[in-house]
């Protein structure tokens, strides 16, 4: 008798700790609810229908998704945005490391160089865009000049469709401050005695950065390659206001810098084409989720955690 | 110390010195930009200073564009932003962080894969319910989504992160005293939270001052503009007002790096939790 009640005292205190608990994340409960199931849910029903905001959703089966596959302008979209993911994404993430190393070499005055790395990363995406489509400007920009000056070509940036995205990459150098601090904390954390270990045992400059710092920072790589490769799947802001502004149409010179995101965005908002946008969105999301399950998937060859901490 | 370390450290210095320039010149050519005149802005080769300084380009900039007015929406929707999700996001962290209950693992695993989920599969979504609650050109949708949406499974870990720090002993004495979580919460674990909820707020102020596509999605009416749009009025037809815009742009950017020179440390601190695990 006794051992049901307290059974059932167990069982009741349970359900307290569970409602209080459930109280404490109900904002949490609602926005998942509010923002994103639902949100999640409409799209993937809008995806199969067309739908123009003024009339109701007409179904479609899978025609939104065919005809995906035959709009030229949507693979060129997938193509820039690929290419600014490898040759604009990869560069940075290296560049980052690089530069993190170097900041790592105990060196005097380390406060006031983080701070100048960092300061690009605080601008306002627009407001840094426009110092770049001024910087970059064919005749009058502060680049031009100074390449002219030291007998370089000099390219037109924003108007070649060849110059384009080299242009976004370059100023996407600019903003890589994030990732150099993130590199930093993380080179920080490598056990000193790693390295003297390793010392005696004769290992040089090189194996020890192949062997011991690698491996070492390993997880911080995992956690940049993740939120990069969403990060670059999305890229908007930027390419957006370098096409707006350098008055272009929407795309830039010969589409070259219309990104996935982008032509998703205009279909949706200037087409009024939602349930076309919303398959494209579709298919973002599994391009996401298939490389985040790669990344996983591949990290127990490459990642390695320490033991302690 | 011998010459090859010395000559190595001084290596180090120059490129590191180098880089740094080449991240400092784009701000101070923004500067110089802002106080040339037209004439000088467009000369060639390159002039750095100014012969004059002038201030026309900073009255211009206000002037030509309703700049307070984008102003003062930006600093609104910034604001909302940031209280909304000092308030719910440790009271979520906290149920995630202190209290045991059945099925917390599972919503927080629920909570942590909604980061992967791009912004685009929602956007379409709530523009649509947005615009049904006819909150289209109002500051609600952006706000709403700062408190609500994918930022806040970031807030929450991160401010988890903290909370999961504190030794249980501190609550412990308080709980066999018969305190309500809540009161825990809000009289013990709250007040020792306040660097964390700085880190949050700062983030979540820089992500709305500087936010462009909800503000381009949601914000179509003029008057309800914010910087980041406004700022394209600078830009003609055929021609850019440089002068002005660059102006413009450094009054959009200066209140953010005098906002890191004060909490500078915060700030680093923030990101580097952000990246460890």
Known sequence: MDRLKLHSGIKSRERKRLFIGLMFLSPWIFGFLVFQLYPIIMSLYYSFTEYNMFNPPQWIGLDNYNEMFRDDKMFS???????????????????????????????????LYRTVYFLPTLVPAVAGSLLWIWLLNAQYGLVNQMLGAIGLPEPNWLMDENWTKPSLI????????????????????VPKMYYEAASIDGANKWHKFWHITLPAISPMTFFQLIMGLIGSFQYFSQGYVFADSSSQAIGGPGN?????????????????????????????????????????????????YGGEK | MNASILG???????????????????????????FKTEDEIFVIPVQWFPSEWIWDNYRNAVQMIPFIKYTWNTIVIALLSVAGVVILSPLVAYGFSRIDFKGRNVLFIIMLSTLMLPMQVTMIPLYVVFNKANLLNSNWPLVLSAWFGTGMAFNVFLIRQFFNGIPIELTESAKIDGASE??????????????????????TFLGAWGDFQGALIYLNDQETWTLSI???QFIRENSVAWGPLMAAATLFTVPIIILYFFVQKKFIEGITITGMK
């Not at chain 1, 032509?263 to 076309?276: C, I, P, S, V």
């Not at chain 2, 020792?192 to 700062?202: D, Q």
């Open chain 1, 256 to 304: 070259s810098i219309l990104f996935y995101a982008i032509y998703l965005f205009q279909n949706a908002f200037m087409y009024l084409k939602m349930g076309y946008a919303s398959a494209m969105a579709w298919i973002l999301f599994i391009i996401v989720l298939l490389l985040t399950l790669l990344i996983f998937k591949s990290s127990s060859k490459w990642v390695f």
């Open chain 2, 230 to 232: 406004g700022l394209k």
């Open chain 2, 182 to 203: 809540f009161r825990i919460y809000s009289q013990i674990i709250l007040p020792l939270a306040k660097p964390a909820l700085l880190t949050i707020g700062l983030f």
């Open chain 2, 8 to 34: 190595r450290r001084l290596l180090t210095h120059l490129i590191l010195i180098l880089v740094g320039l080449m991240f400092l010149a784009p701000f101070a050519w923004l500067l110089l930009t802002t």
């Open chain 1, 170 to 189: 370059l100023m996407g150098f600019w903003g890589t401050g994030t990732i150099t601090i993130m590199y930093l904390a993380a080179l920080q954390e």
């Open chain 1, 77 to 111: 979209s997938l193509y820039n945005t690929v290419f600014m993911a490898l040759f604009g994404f990869f560069p940075q993430l290296v560049y980052a490391l690089v530069i993190a190393l170097l900041l790592n070499q105990s060196v005097k005055g380390l406060s």
